[in-house]
């Protein structure tokens, strides 16, 4: 970042048009349902590899991949007006689970602490409910 400061915008634009054939799709607002979902597992991908780590050279593009999906999703999916617990909640009882059908977020003993508002979320267990339930990260996310 400290390099990119010490160019001229114009340095800057022209590093850009460089790249950008190869990097454009990365920061395209979805559109279609393909798109949207190769948003998502491309998203899915950057949380793998950026994990909880902020100072990551790519957790901004993780973050701006995530505003673009989110834009999407308030065009195309009904508000959703509650909490992500409220939101797992709901899919539970959608899908007719059990919190053992959702081991891959970690124990029943888990499951029920984070239900419960005793554990948070973090980002393997948002990534985790968004592959379960083919949705956003974003859905998890407050």
């Known amino acids: 970042m400290e390099a990119i400061k010490k160019m001229g915008n114009s340095t800057i634009i022209e590093k850009v048009v460089e790249v950008w054939p190869t990097i454009s799709p990365i920061f395209l607002l ?16 950057l ?34 007006k509650s909490n992500p617990i409220d939101t797992i909640k709901y899919l539970i009882e959608e899908h007719g689970l059990k919190y053992d059908d959702l081991q891959d977020l970690g124990s029943v003993e888990l499951v029920s602490k984070i239900l419960d508002g005793q554990e948070e979320l973090n980002l393997n267990h948002i990534k985790a409910l968004s592959k379960r339930f083919n949705v956003s990260p974003m859905v998890f996310i407050e």
Do not use: F
């Not at 393909?34 to 899915?44: A, F, G």
């Not at 949380?47 to 989110?70: F, K, S």
């Not at 308030?74 to 508000?79: F, V």
């Open 30 to 45: 979805p559109h279609t349902e393909d798109e949207y979902n190769r948003s998502v597992h491309l998203l899915n991908e």
């Open 47 to 80: 949380i793998d590899e950026v994990g909880n780590d902020e100072t990551h050279p790519i957790a901004a593009i993780m973050e701006t991949l995530g505003a673009l999906i989110y834009a999407y999703d308030s065009i195309h999916l009904p508000e959703m």
